[in-house]
């Protein structure tokens, strides 16, 4: 059975106001996620959720000084990335409170508009957001997305079909969009 949360766009969208907050004041709790890409940092506070960190070249995301491991404060971010990665979910209802420009703010805005397993090129998010030239800048935000899988940053390729850059690397980007079942990219020989 899938799970479809009616408001999660309404819920992105409430928190996109957030997103012009820059400064952080609380202190961050974190927390791990046990995943098919390997251990997840997943951290937030009372503004919403903040940073999901993927493993890189197999090494696990350390927590910054100063943040507190507490997995109750984040539990709905790790019990909905467990249900994604389940197949049980397909769209997050969480208040998310990422840091960036404004600019970015709006790419990652326009990410969360990109239906589960379906994928978009950089090209057409600058077309949506009325700057057809934006491709590269698109990009640049995409790759500042501190919110990977739930800003489905996994979901923008090339132009051409093909898989581009993605934090956790090609390979978890593969993974990401073959759980999702998702059509339109170019399988890569990963």
């Not at 979910?89 to 960036?100: H, K, N, Q, R, S």
């Not at 030239?133 to 996994?154: D, E, L, T």
């Amino acid at each position: 059975m899938k799970i479809r949360s009616e408001n999660s766009r309404h819920r992105v969208a409430k928190a996109q106001d957030r997103w012009q907050y820059l400064g952080m004041t609380e202190t961050l709790s974190y927390a791990y996620l046990d995943s098919p890409l390997g251990r997840i940092l997943v951290a937030g506070d009372g503004r919403g959720l903040r940073t999901v960190r993927l493993p890189m070249r197999g090494r696990v995301a350390e927590p910054k000084p100063g943040w507190v491991e507490d997995a109750e404060a984040v539990r709905p971010a790790l019990d909905q990335l467990a249900a994604y990665f389940a197949g049980a979910l397909t769209e997050f209802d969480l208040d998310l409170a990422p840091e960036g420009s404004a600019f970015e703010q709006q790419v990652w805005a326009k990410l969360c508009e990109i239906p589960y397993g379906e994928t978009v090129s950089y090209g057409t998010i600058a077309k949506r957001l009325g700057d057809p030239g934006a491709s590269r800048a698109v990009g640049a935000a995409n790759g500042a997305n501190p919110i990977p899988i739930i800003v489905p940053c996994h979901r923008v390729i090339g132009g051409d079909g093909m898989l581009t850059g993605f934090t956790g690397g090609l390979a978890a980007k593969e993974f990401l969009l073959d759980l999702e079942e998702a059509r339109g990219y170019q399988r890569t020989l990963l």
